[in-house]
């Protein structure tokens, strides 16, 4: 089995600043993606900023230039650095791992239980 915690999140003011963290455990290969969605009230999951196990990154029109992604490789870790908060950036952020099995299998996803990130005006 394999568990994604995050940690972080809470309220914050427009402008300001907050960071999640995320770590993956268990047993598993290789993670080749790890990354961060988000859901806000009555909208779905949407994409925020993934990165690969070998530094690619991508992030969302919305947040790119605002947020950070980065990631250890040998911790199983990711954070994610928000700045110039809005306050339609209020949503559930959920971190994702992508894992594999072997040098062969496919990809299994897995969630972590998301952290509420507030942000007022």
């Not at 600043?17 to 949407?46: D, H, T």
């Not at 996803?109 to 509420?116: E, K, N």
């Amino acid at each position: 089995q394999v568990q994604v915690v995050e940690s972080g999140g809470g309220p914050a003011q427009a402008g300001g600043s907050l960071r999640l963290s995320c770590a993956a455990s268990g047993n598993f290969f290789s993670i080749p993606v790890m990354g961060w969605y988000r859901q806000a009230p009555g909208k779905q999951r949407e994409l925020v900023s993934i990165t690969a196990s070998g530094g690619t990154t991508n992030y969302a029109d919305s947040v790119r230039g605002r947020f950070t992604i980065s990631r250890d490789n040998a911790k199983n870790t990711v954070s994610l650095e928000m700045n110039s908060l809005k306050p339609e950036d209020t949503a559930v952020y959920y971190c994702n791992a992508d894992v594999t099995y072997s040098s062969s299998s496919g990809r299994f996803r897995f969630w972590g239980q998301g952290t509420q990130v507030t942000v007022s005006s």
